[in-house]
């Protein structure tokens, strides 16, 4: 467009300069002839040659002497005295006249009438009409020239867009997890803008192809180690555990003084040997569930249970453990309360976490309160321990973990809390601690309710059809407890 503007400005003032020169050469040239014809004229045919040749020329004469005075006018109003003068002066120039900016050419007409001159009028139009034709032809030319700078942008912007909607389209497709993530390069068409978003995008596609090849490298190498790890464990499990029967075995039987009493000396030996290897097969147990639970091969059989039922056997197992301590262990709250579960799995909840309890606790109280809060069951294992410091508050459910403190490490492998934060989860639970040092501390898990379908399924799996399903808070539990063991 500056380009046309300036093509139009340059051509009108070129066409301005022509139109001018023409009315000069013209006006002059009229001047000049008429000079030549009034010199051999008489006086009295003078006027109507001059209005003659005006019509004649399509032009506007003056005959005038030296003075300024108007002899003879054709086709003009009269001029002043002083302008006349001055044209003759000037003998070229312009001048406003009522037909508009007229060219004038003053001419004498010599001897003997040097004292007479003719002035002849030429039109020099402010807008000549091939100003108009220039005009329309560069806006012409500006028109094809928008027209084909819109058709090549169009062009142009129509394949950026495509460039850019495939690059788009590979990048969404590497978000689809059906499809390859690392992708596919974009081939270049052009070293442009969208030639650059390209090489770009596959450098990010070579980066993501070598970083997935290490990925499947780093995982395909620790599924091998994990799958060593287990295969270990599991050789590991047999060889321990066949020696350890045995010596639990023979144990008991000396226990039992089946061959005749023992010695008070024999006796203590015997019972240490049997509570050393039950405390190495809780260990072996500990690190076989924590090994399962991470590989995700440990499996829930889930069923309706009596949440209330299993806190107590616990807690009567518990009571062997606290019979030399001062220990008052009691269960609390909701009776017969149903929790979808595995019953095996909530009793080793259970378990860990009051044996901690009884473990930490030398006199007081271990208490395990039973709560029903909308669709779970909230149970707390509370006891007058001596808490957990807060340093140790967010690392006690980490494996091989213990507390800093000395005084409050046992013998153990650290496995217990690790394992039961684990299956709470793997129930769709969550599992909380509550201490202050010296006023001891509150372990708190939610388990989800069994639904009327759970239970009415379980139901009919203990084959008592006709039975209306019960609610939750009213089940007694002795039958489905039965089916479960």
Do not use: C
């Not at 006027?47 to 002899?71: F, K, R, S, Y």
């Not at 003998?91 to 004498?108: I, K, N, W």
């Not at 084959?463 to 007694?476: A, E, F, L, N, Y």
């Amino acid at each position: 467009m500056a380009t046309a503007a300036t093509i139009v400005a340059i051509g009108v003032s070129e066409i301005r300069r022509a139109s001018d020169e023409e009315a000069a050469l013209h006006a002059a040239a009229v001047a000049e002839t008429m000079a030549t014809r009034l010199r051999f004229t008489a006086l009295e045919d003078r006027a109507p040659l001059v209005a003659d040749a005006a019509d004649g020329a399509t032009t506007e004469l003056l005959l005038v002497n030296q003075d300024g005075q108007i002899i003879t006018s054709a086709n003009l109003d009269e001029f002043p005295r002083d302008l006349v003068v001055s044209m003759l002066i000037e003998e070229s120039g312009f001048v406003d006249t009522v037909s508009g900016r007229q060219r004038f050419a003053s001419h004498p007409l010599g001897p003997p009438l040097e004292h007479l001159s003719v002035i002849a009028f030429a039109v020099a139009p402010e807008n000549p009409p091939e100003t108009l034709f220039l005009v329309r032809a560069v806006a012409a030319l500006a028109v094809l020239l928008i027209g084909i700078a819109a058709a090549v942008s169009f062009s142009y912007a129509r394949a950026a867009h495509d460039e850019v909607d495939y690059a788009r389209q590979r990048i969404a497709k590497m978000a689809d997890p059906e499809s390859d993530p690392a992708g596919q390069p974009i081939p270049i068409r052009a070293f442009d803008e969208v030639g650059v978003l390209s090489a770009a995008f596959n450098t990010l596609v070579g980066r993501f192809i070598a970083a997935e090849k290490s990925y499947r490298a780093d995982l395909a190498e620790a599924a091998r180690v994990d799958q060593e790890r287990l295969e270990f464990l599991a050789g590991l499990s047999h060889e321990l555990r066949t020696p350890l029967n045995a010596v639990l075995g023979f144990s008991h039987v000396l226990e039992s003084e089946v061959d005749g009493p023992l010695p008070p000396d024999a006796r203590e030996s015997v019972e240490i040997i049997h509570t050393s290897g039950e405390h190495l097969r809780t260990l072996i147990d500990d690190i076989l569930d924590l090994s399962a639970l991470e590989s995700g091969e440990l499996k829930l059989s889930r069923r309706p249970m009596d949440i209330r039922r299993a806190a107590e056997e616990v807690m009567r197992e518990a009571n062997a453990i606290a019979k030399h301590k001062k220990l008052d262990l009691t269960v609390t709250g909701e009776e017969h309360l149903l929790a979808y579960a595995d019953r095996r799995r909530v009793r080793q909840i259970l378990t860990n976490l009051v044996a901690n309890a009884v473990k930490f606790t030398q006199r007081g109280f271990v208490r395990v309160r039973i709560e029903q809060a909308g669709e779970r069951a909230v149970v707390q294992v509370v006891d007058s321990g001596p808490g957990i410091p807060a340093e140790d508050r967010d690392a006690i459910f980490e494996a091989y973990r213990q507390s800093s403190d000395a005084k409050l490490r046992v013998g153990g492998t650290g496995l217990g809390l690790a394992t039961v934060k684990r299956l709470v989860e793997l129930h769709g639970g969550e599992i909380r601690v509550e201490s202050e040092r010296g006023k001891g501390s509150t372990f708190t898990f939610t388990l989800p309710l069994a639904t009327d379908e759970e239970i009415q399924e379980a139901m009919e799996r203990a084959s008592m059809p006709s039975m209306p399903p019960p609610r939750p808070d009213s089940m007694q539990g002795t039958p489905l407890e039965e089916e479960r063991q």
